[in-house]
């Protein structure tokens, strides 16, 4: 049997609230949240916690995506690198800095919204649909 989750674009306004919602949907049973992680979000995904248990058949609903796929766009990618730059400590700086070359040049960069994508698309047990219609 098919478990069916939905993520609602409308309350998707930047990261933050991006992994609200996921928290929302898939940690609500939990008594702990998922950080602000594209790799806490891989691992949600995998099914070992939360309310995905193990490989099991998932569709997951992303309503409004359109609105989702602005707000998670390239402005919200440039600033996310722009902030992780000024801590070299913490982060591959050379890295960043080429991921935000090749995005700012339209190169292939990828925008946090491509890259979430990418991460549900690598867990084959999830069949992501979309709702395009945007809505305020």
């Known amino acids: 049997m098919t478990k069916t989750f939905t993520l609602d674009g409308n309350k998707i306004t930047d990261i933050a609230s991006f992994y609200d919602e996921v928290n929302h949907v898939f940690m609500s049973e939990e008594d702990w949240d998922i950080g602000q992680s594209l790799d806490a979000l891989n691992d949600l995904f995998y099914g070992s ?11 997951l609903i992303w309503t409004n995506v359109e609105q989702s796929k602005q ?6 990618t440039r600033n996310l690198y722009q902030e992780k730059l000024k801590q ?49």
């Open 49 to 59: 916690f939360g309310a995905i248990k193990g490989r099991e058949k998932i569709k």
């Open 71 to 76: 707000r998670l766009g390239m402005e919200t």
């Open 88 to 136: 070299p400590e913490l982060f591959n700086i050379t890295l960043i800095k080429k991921n935000l070359a090749d995005l700012e040049a339209g190169e292939g960069g990828l925008t946090y919204f491509d890259i979430v994508l990418e991460i549900v698309a690598n867990h084959t047990n999830i069949e992501l649909v979309f709702d395009w219609k945007f809505s305020v």
